[in-house]
Protein backbone atom coordinates (compact mmCIF):
# COMPACT_ATOMS: atom_id res chain seq x y z
CA UNK A 1 0.00 0.00 0.00
CA UNK A 2 2.60 2.69 0.79
CA UNK A 3 4.79 1.86 -2.17
CA UNK A 4 1.70 2.85 -4.38
CA UNK A 5 0.88 6.08 -2.72
CA UNK A 6 5.02 6.58 -3.00
CA UNK A 7 4.30 6.15 -7.00
CA UNK A 8 1.47 7.97 -7.24
CA UNK A 9 3.39 10.93 -5.49
CA UNK A 10 5.92 10.76 -8.13
CA UNK A 11 3.86 10.53 -10.65
CA UNK A 12 1.78 14.11 -10.39
CA UNK A 13 1.90 15.46 -14.09
CA UNK A 14 -1.30 14.77 -14.37
CA UNK A 15 -2.65 16.68 -11.35
CA UNK A 16 -0.03 19.51 -11.74
CA UNK A 17 -1.50 19.86 -15.22
CA UNK A 18 -5.07 19.90 -13.53
CA UNK A 19 -4.06 22.48 -11.08
CA UNK A 20 -2.76 24.83 -13.58
CA UNK A 21 -5.89 24.42 -16.03
CA UNK A 22 -7.88 25.22 -13.04
CA UNK A 23 -6.59 28.12 -11.96
CA UNK A 24 -6.18 29.59 -15.59
CA UNK A 25 -10.02 28.76 -16.77
CA UNK A 26 -11.24 30.14 -13.05
CA UNK A 27 -9.44 33.17 -12.14
CA UNK A 28 -11.60 35.86 -12.38
CA UNK A 29 -13.97 34.20 -10.56
CA UNK A 30 -11.96 33.09 -8.43
CA UNK A 31 -10.15 36.51 -8.04
CA UNK A 32 -14.00 38.22 -7.43
CA UNK A 33 -14.87 35.70 -4.78
CA UNK A 34 -11.99 36.28 -2.80
CA UNK A 35 -11.44 40.13 -2.48
CA UNK A 36 -15.63 40.44 -2.29
CA UNK A 37 -15.26 37.66 1.11
CA UNK A 38 -12.83 39.49 2.44
CA UNK A 39 -14.79 42.51 1.99
CA UNK A 40 -18.08 40.77 3.11
CA UNK A 41 -15.90 40.03 6.66
CA UNK A 42 -16.65 43.80 7.58
CA UNK A 43 -20.10 44.43 5.72
CA UNK A 44 -21.78 46.05 9.66
CA UNK A 45 -18.38 47.97 10.06
CA UNK A 46 -18.31 49.39 6.19
CA UNK A 47 -22.33 50.26 6.30
CA UNK A 48 -21.74 52.01 9.57
CA UNK A 49 -18.49 53.60 7.78
CA UNK A 50 -20.34 54.84 4.48
CA UNK A 51 -23.33 55.97 7.04
CA UNK A 52 -21.36 57.74 9.56
CA UNK A 53 -22.93 60.84 8.86
CA UNK A 54 -26.18 60.42 7.26
CA UNK A 55 -27.77 58.45 10.02
CA UNK A 56 -27.26 60.89 12.71
CA UNK A 57 -30.35 62.70 13.81
CA UNK A 58 -30.83 65.89 16.20
CA UNK A 59 -33.53 64.19 19.16
CA UNK A 60 -36.61 66.93 18.44
CA UNK A 61 -39.17 65.75 21.39
CA UNK A 62 -40.77 62.66 21.29
CA UNK A 63 -40.23 60.17 18.29
CA UNK A 64 -43.23 59.61 15.84
CA UNK A 65 -45.14 56.83 16.14
CA UNK A 66 -44.28 54.03 13.81
CA UNK A 67 -47.70 54.18 12.18
CA UNK A 68 -46.94 57.70 10.86
CA UNK A 69 -43.58 57.06 9.75
CA UNK A 70 -44.49 54.24 7.53
CA UNK A 71 -47.74 56.57 6.51
CA UNK A 72 -45.25 59.31 5.36
CA UNK A 73 -42.87 57.01 3.56
CA UNK A 74 -45.35 55.62 1.90
CA UNK A 75 -46.71 59.58 0.84
CA UNK A 76 -43.34 60.63 -0.07
CA UNK A 77 -41.97 57.58 -2.16
CA UNK A 78 -44.84 56.21 -3.11
CA UNK A 79 -44.04 52.91 -2.31
CA UNK A 80 -47.18 51.41 -0.51
CA UNK A 81 -45.97 48.63 0.83
CA UNK A 82 -42.51 48.55 2.49
CA UNK A 83 -40.78 45.46 3.12
CA UNK A 84 -38.50 45.89 6.01
CA UNK A 85 -38.54 48.61 9.18
CA UNK A 86 -34.87 48.97 11.44
CA UNK A 87 -35.20 51.04 14.12
CA UNK A 88 -32.20 51.80 16.45
CA UNK A 89 -32.40 52.08 20.72
CA UNK A 90 -30.35 55.11 20.22
CA UNK A 91 -32.52 58.40 20.37
CA UNK A 92 -29.54 60.00 17.83
CA UNK A 93 -29.86 57.69 14.68
CA UNK A 94 -32.31 57.18 11.94
CA UNK A 95 -34.78 54.90 11.16
CA UNK A 96 -34.24 52.48 8.05
CA UNK A 97 -36.98 51.55 5.73
CA UNK A 98 -36.44 49.53 2.94
CA UNK A 99 -38.93 49.87 -0.18
CA UNK A 100 -37.81 46.56 -1.46
CA UNK A 101 -35.28 43.85 -0.86
CA UNK A 102 -32.47 45.89 -2.28
CA UNK A 103 -33.34 49.41 -1.74
CA UNK A 104 -33.52 51.00 1.84
CA UNK A 105 -33.89 54.98 2.97
CA UNK A 106 -32.75 56.78 6.10
CA UNK A 107 -35.42 58.48 7.42
CA UNK A 108 -35.41 61.06 10.68
CA UNK A 109 -37.97 59.47 13.51
CA UNK A 110 -39.02 63.08 14.56
CA UNK A 111 -40.38 64.21 11.39
CA UNK A 112 -40.91 61.46 9.17
CA UNK A 113 -38.65 63.05 6.44
CA UNK A 114 -36.56 61.48 4.44
CA UNK A 115 -33.12 62.36 4.89
CA UNK A 116 -31.24 60.34 2.01
CA UNK A 117 -30.95 56.33 0.68
CA UNK A 118 -28.68 54.12 3.12
CA UNK A 119 -25.57 53.63 0.33
CA UNK A 120 -23.93 51.35 2.94
CA UNK A 121 -26.64 48.74 2.77
CA UNK A 122 -26.56 49.19 -1.24
CA UNK A 123 -22.42 48.86 -1.34
CA UNK A 124 -23.28 45.84 0.84
CA UNK A 125 -26.00 44.78 -1.16
CA UNK A 126 -23.69 45.04 -4.92
CA UNK A 127 -20.12 43.66 -3.15
CA UNK A 128 -22.63 40.43 -2.20
CA UNK A 129 -24.15 40.29 -5.34
CA UNK A 130 -20.80 40.12 -6.73
CA UNK A 131 -19.79 37.48 -4.34
CA UNK A 132 -22.79 34.79 -5.14
CA UNK A 133 -23.61 35.61 -8.66
CA UNK A 134 -20.59 37.93 -10.32
CA UNK A 135 -22.86 40.68 -9.63
CA UNK A 136 -25.54 39.46 -13.11
CA UNK A 137 -28.33 39.30 -10.75
CA UNK A 138 -28.04 43.40 -10.09
CA UNK A 139 -29.87 43.70 -13.36
CA UNK A 140 -32.49 42.08 -12.36
CA UNK A 141 -32.62 39.83 -14.58
CA UNK A 142 -33.05 36.10 -12.83
CA UNK A 143 -31.80 34.35 -15.86
CA UNK A 144 -28.11 36.14 -15.96
CA UNK A 145 -28.34 35.93 -12.04
CA UNK A 146 -28.74 32.18 -11.94
CA UNK A 147 -25.77 31.83 -14.56
CA UNK A 148 -23.68 34.35 -12.20
CA UNK A 149 -24.63 31.56 -9.28
CA UNK A 150 -23.87 28.57 -11.41
CA UNK A 151 -20.64 29.66 -12.07
CA UNK A 152 -19.58 30.91 -8.55
CA UNK A 153 -20.88 27.10 -7.89
CA UNK A 154 -18.42 25.95 -10.54
CA UNK A 155 -15.90 28.00 -8.87
CA UNK A 156 -15.90 26.84 -5.95
CA UNK A 157 -15.94 23.39 -6.64
CA UNK A 158 -12.54 24.10 -8.87
CA UNK A 159 -10.98 25.48 -5.50
CA UNK A 160 -11.66 22.27 -3.67
CA UNK A 161 -9.82 20.02 -6.21
CA UNK A 162 -7.30 23.12 -6.46
CA UNK A 163 -6.65 23.12 -2.40
CA UNK A 164 -6.70 19.18 -2.52
CA UNK A 165 -3.84 18.97 -5.53
CA UNK A 166 -1.88 21.66 -4.12
CA UNK A 167 -1.37 20.03 -1.04
CA UNK A 168 -0.91 16.38 -2.72
CA UNK A 169 1.74 18.22 -4.85
CA UNK A 170 3.31 19.78 -1.56
CA UNK A 171 2.92 16.44 0.60
CA UNK A 172 6.55 15.31 -0.17
CA UNK A 173 8.41 18.58 1.08
CA UNK A 174 5.56 18.70 3.82
CA UNK A 175 6.59 14.76 4.50
CA UNK A 176 10.09 15.55 4.84
CA UNK A 177 10.32 19.43 6.79
CA UNK A 178 6.92 20.24 7.90
CA UNK A 179 7.78 23.34 9.38
CA UNK A 180 9.68 24.82 6.71
CA UNK A 181 7.60 23.66 4.33
CA UNK A 182 4.78 25.86 6.21
CA UNK A 183 6.82 28.68 6.89
CA UNK A 184 7.47 31.95 4.30
CA UNK A 185 10.84 32.68 3.71
CA UNK A 186 10.63 36.48 3.12
CA UNK A 187 14.69 36.09 2.25
CA UNK A 188 14.25 34.38 -1.07
CA UNK A 189 14.32 36.35 -3.84
CA UNK A 190 12.11 36.62 -7.58
CA UNK A 191 10.80 32.91 -8.92
CA UNK A 192 12.31 31.35 -5.40
CA UNK A 193 10.05 33.92 -2.97
CA UNK A 194 7.08 33.52 -5.06
CA UNK A 195 7.16 29.44 -4.86
CA UNK A 196 7.81 29.30 -1.09
CA UNK A 197 5.15 31.71 -0.44
CA UNK A 198 2.69 29.74 -2.89
CA UNK A 199 3.59 26.57 -1.61
CA UNK A 200 3.83 27.34 2.25
CA UNK A 201 0.86 29.66 2.48
CA UNK A 202 -0.79 27.76 0.67
CA UNK A 203 -0.65 24.73 2.97
CA UNK A 204 -1.51 26.65 5.70
CA UNK A 205 -4.73 28.07 4.59
CA UNK A 206 -6.07 24.88 2.93
CA UNK A 207 -8.19 24.10 5.84
CA UNK A 208 -9.99 27.36 5.92
CA UNK A 209 -10.58 26.96 2.09
CA UNK A 210 -12.13 23.78 2.87
CA UNK A 211 -14.28 25.08 5.14
CA UNK A 212 -15.10 28.41 3.10
CA UNK A 213 -15.38 26.31 0.08
CA UNK A 214 -18.21 22.83 1.42
CA UNK A 215 -20.38 25.81 3.72
CA UNK A 216 -20.17 27.67 0.19
CA UNK A 217 -21.63 25.53 -1.72
CA UNK A 218 -25.05 25.88 -0.13
CA UNK A 219 -25.62 29.17 -2.20
CA UNK A 220 -25.19 27.61 -5.39
CA UNK A 221 -27.00 24.09 -5.47
CA UNK A 222 -30.23 23.24 -4.09
CA UNK A 223 -29.35 19.59 -3.51
CA UNK A 224 -25.98 20.29 -1.99
CA UNK A 225 -28.18 22.27 0.52
CA UNK A 226 -31.08 19.39 0.86
CA UNK A 227 -28.53 17.01 1.28
CA UNK A 228 -26.80 19.02 4.47
CA UNK A 229 -30.27 19.42 5.59
CA UNK A 230 -30.36 15.63 5.79
CA UNK A 231 -27.31 14.83 7.01
CA UNK A 232 -27.49 16.81 9.86
CA UNK A 233 -30.59 17.74 11.08
CA UNK A 234 -33.50 15.78 12.70
CA UNK A 235 -36.20 14.10 10.72
CA UNK A 236 -39.00 15.71 12.42
CA UNK A 237 -37.59 18.55 11.93
CA UNK A 238 -37.23 18.23 8.30
CA UNK A 239 -39.20 20.79 6.29
CA UNK A 240 -41.60 18.73 3.75
CA UNK A 241 -40.18 20.41 0.78
CA UNK A 242 -36.54 19.10 1.38
CA UNK A 243 -38.74 16.00 1.76
CA UNK A 244 -39.35 15.97 -1.85
CA UNK A 245 -38.52 12.97 -4.36
CA UNK A 246 -36.36 13.32 -6.90
CA UNK A 247 -37.63 14.70 -10.03
CA UNK A 248 -40.77 15.51 -7.91
CA UNK A 249 -42.02 18.99 -9.18
CA UNK A 250 -41.71 22.08 -6.56
CA UNK A 251 -44.94 23.65 -5.41
CA UNK A 252 -46.26 26.05 -7.25
CA UNK A 253 -46.08 29.57 -5.68
CA UNK A 254 -48.88 31.19 -3.67
CA UNK A 255 -50.07 34.56 -5.28
CA UNK A 256 -49.08 37.82 -4.06
CA UNK A 257 -49.86 38.15 -0.29
CA UNK A 258 -52.75 40.62 0.66
CA UNK A 259 -51.65 43.86 2.21
CA UNK A 260 -51.06 45.00 5.72
CA UNK A 261 -51.94 47.79 7.55
CA UNK A 262 -48.92 50.53 9.07
CA UNK A 263 -51.52 50.29 12.62
CA UNK A 264 -50.65 46.65 12.55
CA UNK A 265 -46.90 47.43 12.58
CA UNK A 266 -47.33 50.13 15.27
CA UNK A 267 -49.23 47.27 17.38
CA UNK A 268 -46.34 44.77 16.68
CA UNK A 269 -43.64 46.83 17.51
CA UNK A 270 -45.43 48.54 20.95
CA UNK A 271 -46.18 44.53 21.98
CA UNK A 272 -41.96 44.17 21.42
CA UNK A 273 -41.21 46.87 23.28
CA UNK A 274 -43.41 46.14 26.40
CA UNK A 275 -42.04 42.50 26.24
CA UNK A 276 -39.18 43.37 28.26
CA UNK A 277 -37.01 42.38 25.35
CA UNK A 278 -33.34 44.06 25.64
CA UNK A 279 -31.92 45.11 22.05
CA UNK A 280 -29.82 47.79 20.10
CA UNK A 281 -31.93 47.48 17.05
CA UNK A 282 -34.65 45.39 15.56
CA UNK A 283 -35.83 45.04 12.31
CA UNK A 284 -39.35 44.44 11.61
CA UNK A 285 -40.22 41.55 8.36
CA UNK A 286 -43.21 43.63 7.03
CA UNK A 287 -46.14 40.95 5.79
CA UNK A 288 -49.68 40.58 5.80
CA UNK A 289 -50.64 38.09 8.28
CA UNK A 290 -51.66 37.15 11.94
CA UNK A 291 -47.89 37.22 12.70
CA UNK A 292 -44.85 39.79 12.38
CA UNK A 293 -41.49 38.56 12.24
CA UNK A 294 -38.74 40.27 14.45
CA UNK A 295 -34.74 40.42 14.09
CA UNK A 296 -32.56 41.69 16.77
CA UNK A 297 -29.21 42.33 18.19
CA UNK A 298 -28.87 42.25 22.33
CA UNK A 299 -27.59 45.54 23.40
CA UNK A 300 -24.06 43.49 23.87
CA UNK A 301 -23.88 41.92 20.53
CA UNK A 302 -20.58 41.78 19.16
CA UNK A 303 -19.96 42.25 15.36
CA UNK A 304 -19.90 38.51 14.30
CA UNK A 305 -23.45 37.96 16.14
CA UNK A 306 -26.14 36.54 14.02
CA UNK A 307 -29.67 37.93 15.07
CA UNK A 308 -32.16 36.72 17.27
CA UNK A 309 -34.96 35.75 15.80
CA UNK A 310 -38.50 36.09 17.32
CA UNK A 311 -41.89 37.03 16.03
CA UNK A 312 -45.58 39.15 17.69
CA UNK A 313 -48.98 37.55 17.39
CA UNK A 314 -50.78 40.71 16.31
CA UNK A 315 -53.84 38.95 16.66
CA UNK A 316 -54.05 37.80 19.86
CA UNK A 317 -51.68 40.51 21.00
CA UNK A 318 -49.00 39.01 22.41
CA UNK A 319 -45.18 37.62 21.75
CA UNK A 320 -46.19 34.60 19.74
CA UNK A 321 -45.16 31.01 21.41
CA UNK A 322 -42.26 29.88 20.00
CA UNK A 323 -42.39 25.98 18.79
CA UNK A 324 -40.68 24.02 21.43
CA UNK A 325 -38.77 21.17 18.93
CA UNK A 326 -36.24 18.53 20.18
CA UNK A 327 -32.96 17.98 18.59
CA UNK A 328 -31.14 19.67 15.50
CA UNK A 329 -33.13 22.58 13.17
CA UNK A 330 -32.92 23.63 10.13
CA UNK A 331 -32.30 27.17 11.37
CA UNK A 332 -29.70 25.30 13.87
CA UNK A 333 -27.85 24.28 10.41
CA UNK A 334 -27.73 27.43 8.24
CA UNK A 335 -27.03 29.34 11.21
CA UNK A 336 -23.44 26.96 11.84
CA UNK A 337 -23.27 27.20 8.28
CA UNK A 338 -22.85 30.69 7.99
CA UNK A 339 -20.52 31.09 10.94
CA UNK A 340 -18.42 28.74 9.57
CA UNK A 341 -18.16 30.52 5.86
CA UNK A 342 -17.61 33.56 7.25
CA UNK A 343 -15.43 32.50 10.37
CA UNK A 344 -17.80 34.40 12.79
CA UNK A 345 -18.06 31.41 14.22
CA UNK A 346 -14.15 31.83 15.67
CA UNK A 347 -14.99 35.42 16.67
CA UNK A 348 -13.19 38.57 15.73
CA UNK A 349 -10.10 36.28 15.61
CA UNK A 350 -12.33 34.16 12.97
CA UNK A 351 -13.32 36.89 11.46
CA UNK A 352 -9.84 38.57 10.81
CA UNK A 353 -8.30 35.37 9.76
CA UNK A 354 -10.80 34.29 7.59
CA UNK A 355 -11.12 37.77 6.00
CA UNK A 356 -6.85 37.62 5.40
CA UNK A 357 -7.25 34.12 3.83
CA UNK A 358 -9.45 35.36 1.30
CA UNK A 359 -7.88 38.42 0.37
CA UNK A 360 -4.69 35.63 -0.12
CA UNK A 361 -6.31 34.33 -3.54
CA UNK A 362 -5.17 37.16 -5.27
CA UNK A 363 -1.32 36.33 -4.19
CA UNK A 364 -1.98 32.89 -5.11
CA UNK A 365 -3.39 34.11 -8.62
CA UNK A 366 -0.20 36.20 -9.28
CA UNK A 367 2.38 34.01 -8.16
CA UNK A 368 0.74 30.89 -9.78
CA UNK A 369 0.97 32.65 -13.15
CA UNK A 370 4.45 34.48 -12.50
CA UNK A 371 6.00 30.76 -11.90
CA UNK A 372 3.95 29.58 -14.52
CA UNK A 373 5.57 32.34 -17.24
CA UNK A 374 8.93 31.51 -15.36
CA UNK A 375 9.09 28.01 -16.93
CA UNK A 376 6.87 28.98 -19.95
CA UNK A 377 9.95 31.30 -21.09
CA UNK A 378 12.77 29.60 -19.53
CA UNK A 379 15.42 29.80 -22.46
CA UNK A 380 16.72 26.14 -22.95
CA UNK A 381 19.64 25.32 -22.63
CA UNK A 382 22.59 24.58 -25.36
Request: glycine share 6%; aromatic share 10%.
Amino acid sequence: MFSFFKKMLRKNKFLFNLHLILSIVFTIPLLLIGVTGAILSYQNELEELINLNSVKVEKTGEMLSVEKILQSFSEQTGVKQPVRLVLQKSENEAVKIYANRSEAYLVNPYTAQIIGKDYGTAFVRTVMSLHRNLGLALSGDKTAGEVGKQIVGASTVAMIILVISGVWLHFPRLKQKFSVAITPNFKLKKYALFHNLHTSLGALSAVIYLVICLTGLTWSYRWYSDMEMKLFVSAQNLPKETERKEGEPAKAEGKKSAEYKFSDVQRAYEIFKSSGIEYKELSLMLAAGDKINVRYYEPDAPSTARPKMTSVDVKEGKMAEQKQTEGITVGMVKSANYQLHTGYFFGIAGKILWSAVSLLMALFIFSGFYMTAKRAFKPKRA
